[in-house]
Protein backbone atom coordinates (compact mmCIF):
# COMPACT_ATOMS: atom_id res chain seq x y z
CA UNK A 1 0.00 0.00 0.00
CA UNK A 2 1.60 3.40 -0.89
CA UNK A 3 2.18 6.34 2.10
CA UNK A 4 -0.79 8.27 -0.21
CA UNK A 5 -3.61 5.30 0.96
CA UNK A 6 -2.01 5.35 4.15
CA UNK A 7 -2.57 9.21 4.67
CA UNK A 8 -5.93 8.51 3.44
CA UNK A 9 -7.14 6.22 5.35
CA UNK A 10 -6.04 7.64 8.36
CA UNK A 11 -7.66 10.26 7.59
CA UNK A 12 -10.88 8.70 6.78
CA UNK A 13 -10.32 7.17 10.52
CA UNK A 14 -9.98 10.62 11.73
CA UNK A 15 -13.25 11.43 10.11
CA UNK A 16 -15.23 8.62 11.45
CA UNK A 17 -13.97 8.80 14.79
CA UNK A 18 -14.61 12.54 15.02
CA UNK A 19 -18.43 12.02 14.37
CA UNK A 20 -18.53 9.17 16.50
CA UNK A 21 -17.51 11.02 19.36
CA UNK A 22 -19.87 14.26 18.34
CA UNK A 23 -22.99 12.57 17.46
CA UNK A 24 -25.93 12.61 19.26
CA UNK A 25 -26.58 8.89 17.70
CA UNK A 26 -24.73 6.70 15.21
CA UNK A 27 -26.73 3.56 14.65
CA UNK A 28 -24.77 1.12 12.31
CA UNK A 29 -26.67 -1.27 9.64
CA UNK A 30 -26.68 -3.60 7.07
CA UNK A 31 -28.50 -2.54 3.78
CA UNK A 32 -27.64 -5.74 2.02
CA UNK A 33 -30.30 -6.67 0.48
CA UNK A 34 -31.94 -3.38 -0.48
CA UNK A 35 -32.91 -2.33 -4.15
CA UNK A 36 -31.70 1.20 -5.39
CA UNK A 37 -35.46 2.71 -4.59
CA UNK A 38 -35.36 1.20 -1.08
CA UNK A 39 -32.04 2.48 -0.60
CA UNK A 40 -32.46 5.89 -2.07
CA UNK A 41 -36.04 5.89 -0.06
CA UNK A 42 -34.38 5.29 3.61
CA UNK A 43 -31.78 7.92 2.48
CA UNK A 44 -34.22 10.57 1.66
CA UNK A 45 -36.10 9.63 4.51
CA UNK A 46 -32.94 10.37 6.82
CA UNK A 47 -31.44 13.52 5.38
CA UNK A 48 -35.11 15.03 5.88
CA UNK A 49 -34.07 14.30 9.78
CA UNK A 50 -30.68 15.78 8.74
CA UNK A 51 -29.00 12.50 9.21
CA UNK A 52 -26.12 11.21 7.21
CA UNK A 53 -26.09 7.80 6.11
CA UNK A 54 -22.89 6.74 5.21
CA UNK A 55 -21.18 3.02 4.05
CA UNK A 56 -18.08 2.63 5.41
CA UNK A 57 -15.23 -0.27 5.33
CA UNK A 58 -15.32 -2.46 8.25
CA UNK A 59 -11.22 -2.22 9.09
CA UNK A 60 -12.09 1.96 9.11
CA UNK A 61 -14.91 1.37 11.55
CA UNK A 62 -12.75 -0.56 13.63
CA UNK A 63 -10.33 1.82 14.15
CA UNK A 64 -12.45 4.60 14.12
CA UNK A 65 -14.18 3.35 16.78
CA UNK A 66 -11.26 2.15 18.84
CA UNK A 67 -10.02 5.91 18.28
CA UNK A 68 -13.61 7.16 19.54
CA UNK A 69 -13.84 5.03 22.53
CA UNK A 70 -16.71 2.92 21.34
CA UNK A 71 -14.25 -0.57 21.06
CA UNK A 72 -17.17 -2.70 21.95
CA UNK A 73 -18.99 -2.12 18.76
CA UNK A 74 -16.12 -4.04 17.14
CA UNK A 75 -18.13 -7.07 16.95
CA UNK A 76 -21.01 -5.58 14.96
CA UNK A 77 -18.58 -4.50 12.51
CA UNK A 78 -18.84 -7.84 10.04
CA UNK A 79 -20.48 -7.35 6.71
CA UNK A 80 -21.29 -4.68 4.96
CA UNK A 81 -22.00 -1.89 7.76
CA UNK A 82 -23.35 1.78 6.75
CA UNK A 83 -23.54 4.47 9.83
CA UNK A 84 -26.36 6.94 10.09
CA UNK A 85 -24.70 9.45 12.36
CA UNK A 86 -27.52 12.49 13.37
CA UNK A 87 -25.98 15.35 15.34
CA UNK A 88 -29.07 16.77 16.37
CA UNK A 89 -31.52 14.21 17.22
CA UNK A 90 -30.67 10.93 19.01
CA UNK A 91 -33.78 9.24 18.73
CA UNK A 92 -34.30 10.16 15.44
CA UNK A 93 -31.98 7.60 13.51
CA UNK A 94 -33.30 4.89 15.69
CA UNK A 95 -36.81 5.75 14.99
CA UNK A 96 -36.55 6.12 10.88
CA UNK A 97 -34.50 2.68 10.58
CA UNK A 98 -36.61 0.89 12.76
CA UNK A 99 -39.63 1.72 11.03
CA UNK A 100 -37.80 1.17 7.82
CA UNK A 101 -36.48 -2.38 8.85
CA UNK A 102 -39.99 -3.19 9.96
CA UNK A 103 -40.88 -2.50 6.26
CA UNK A 104 -38.01 -3.83 4.71
CA UNK A 105 -36.74 -6.99 6.30
CA UNK A 106 -33.53 -7.06 3.83
CA UNK A 107 -32.15 -3.82 6.44
CA UNK A 108 -30.51 -4.95 9.79
CA UNK A 109 -30.28 -2.82 12.63
CA UNK A 110 -26.87 -4.14 14.13
CA UNK A 111 -26.82 -1.69 17.23
CA UNK A 112 -24.63 1.45 17.34
CA UNK A 113 -24.16 4.56 20.08
CA UNK A 114 -26.91 6.86 21.60
CA UNK A 115 -25.60 9.95 23.68
CA UNK A 116 -22.48 8.55 24.07
CA UNK A 117 -23.45 5.10 25.18
CA UNK A 118 -22.92 1.99 23.35
CA UNK A 119 -26.80 0.71 22.54
CA UNK A 120 -27.63 -2.74 21.26
CA UNK A 121 -30.48 -4.25 19.11
CA UNK A 122 -32.70 -3.85 21.87
CA UNK A 123 -32.03 -0.33 22.91
CA UNK A 124 -32.17 0.87 19.60
CA UNK A 125 -35.52 -0.31 19.30
CA UNK A 126 -36.51 1.18 23.08
CA UNK A 127 -34.93 4.46 21.41
CA UNK A 128 -37.09 3.87 18.30
CA UNK A 129 -40.33 3.80 20.03
CA UNK A 130 -40.00 7.36 22.13
CA UNK A 131 -40.96 10.41 20.14
CA UNK A 132 -38.96 12.88 18.24
CA UNK A 133 -37.90 16.06 19.94
CA UNK A 134 -40.54 17.89 18.49
CA UNK A 135 -43.22 15.53 19.83
CA UNK A 136 -41.82 15.78 23.06
CA UNK A 137 -41.41 19.07 22.85
CA UNK A 138 -45.44 19.54 21.94
CA UNK A 139 -46.44 17.09 24.91
CA UNK A 140 -44.26 20.16 27.42
CA UNK A 141 -45.77 22.46 25.74
CA UNK A 142 -49.46 20.77 26.57
CA UNK A 143 -48.79 19.94 29.76
CA UNK A 144 -47.46 23.88 30.76
CA UNK A 145 -50.96 25.16 29.14
CA UNK A 146 -52.94 22.90 30.83
CA UNK A 147 -51.20 23.63 34.18
CA UNK A 148 -51.50 27.23 33.34
CA UNK A 149 -54.82 26.95 31.60
CA UNK A 150 -56.40 24.96 35.39
CA UNK A 151 -54.74 27.63 37.61
CA UNK A 152 -56.29 30.79 35.79
CA UNK A 153 -59.66 28.74 35.98
CA UNK A 154 -59.22 28.57 39.62
CA UNK A 155 -58.32 32.08 40.29
CA UNK A 156 -61.23 33.34 38.05
CA UNK A 157 -63.69 30.60 40.20
CA UNK A 158 -62.01 32.50 43.60
CA UNK A 159 -62.27 35.62 41.93
CA UNK A 160 -65.97 35.08 41.40
CA UNK A 161 -66.36 34.23 44.63
CA UNK A 162 -65.05 37.30 46.32
CA UNK A 163 -67.22 39.01 44.04
CA UNK A 164 -70.29 37.18 45.18
CA UNK A 165 -69.58 37.20 48.39
CA UNK A 166 -68.53 40.62 48.59
CA UNK A 167 -72.48 41.74 46.79
CA UNK A 168 -74.20 39.82 49.59
CA UNK A 169 -71.94 41.61 52.75
CA UNK A 170 -73.13 44.89 50.93
CA UNK A 171 -76.74 44.07 50.41
CA UNK A 172 -77.13 42.64 54.50
CA UNK A 173 -75.90 46.06 56.35
CA UNK A 174 -78.94 47.71 53.80
CA UNK A 175 -81.65 45.46 54.97
CA UNK A 176 -81.26 46.59 58.64
Do not use: C, W
Not at 45 to 60: F, P, S
Not at 119 to 148: C, T, V
Amino acid sequence: MSEKTIAIKAQKVEEIADQFKNAASAVVVDARGLTVAQSTELRHQLREEGIVLEVIKNKILTRAAEKAGFAELNDIFAGPSAVAFSNDDAVAPSRILKKFADANEKLEIKGGVVDGTIANIEDINKYASLPSREGLLGQLMAEFQFSIRSFAYAVKAVQDKLEEGGEAAEEAPAAE
